[in-house]
């Protein structure tokens, strides 16, 4: 007969909850039960340009648009590419903004792309010089999403933030820090 040898026990730990997380990241996956937007700010100081680039799931933009309209809004493919571009613009603009020392900033729509299940949003601005103060309005599918969150990156030439934004926040005030 041969010689059992138990397995010491965290092993046995470990197999278990590696199975569990295995578990719950397959089903879940399928749910998407978490609603998230990221938000990219690159100041290029030497080009005085803001670049913002906004990924966003597409099956949440589309639910939003579907809620909005009768008509069938579709992405990827997308049949109608210039409606689906004045949506997407207008949403764009209707959800995130940039003040600089209290002036808005004149964000110019330059267009959309999909990477699997993420539609990129583009936009940029020519601004003269750095603020001493930026404010990020944020509301995207916050109305339309309970548990929506929008995560903001901000780059300049010295510094790299992150900030979370929400329901409860959706306007975020700083100092630039130069």
């Known amino acids: 007969m041969p010689k059992f040898t138990p397995k010491p026990m ?5 197999v278990s909850i590696l199975f569990f997380i295995v578990t719950f990241l397959s ?18 100081e030497d080009k005085q340009q803001l670049q913002v680039t906004t990924r966003i799931f597409i099956d949440d933009i589309e639910a939003y648009f579907n809620a909005q309209t009768e008509d069938k809004i579709q992405l990827q493919p997308d049949i109608e590419a210039a409606t689906i571009d004045s949506l ?20 110019d729509y330059i267009g959309r792309q999909y990477n699997d299940d993420q539609i990129l949003i583009f936009a940029e601005a020519t601004v003269l010089h750095p603020p001493s103060s930026y404010e990020i309005r944020n509301t995207i599918l916050i109305p ?4 929506q969150q929008n995560i903001v990156h901000l780059k300049t030439t010295n510094t790299k933030k992150s900030f979370l934004m929400d329901a409860s926040k ?9």
């Open 27 to 44: 089903s879940s996956s399928s749910l998407h039960d978490y609603y998230v937007s990221s938000t990219e700010v690159v100041y290029v």
């Open 88 to 107: 997407v613009q207008l949403f764009f603009e209707n959800n995130f903004n940039l003040f600089f020392d209290k002036k808005k900033v004149a964000l």
């Open 144 to 147: 339309f999403r309970t548990g």
């Open 10 to 14: 965290y092993q046995i730990r470990a």
């Open 170 to 178: 959706t306007i975020l005030a700083q100092f630039w820090a130069h």
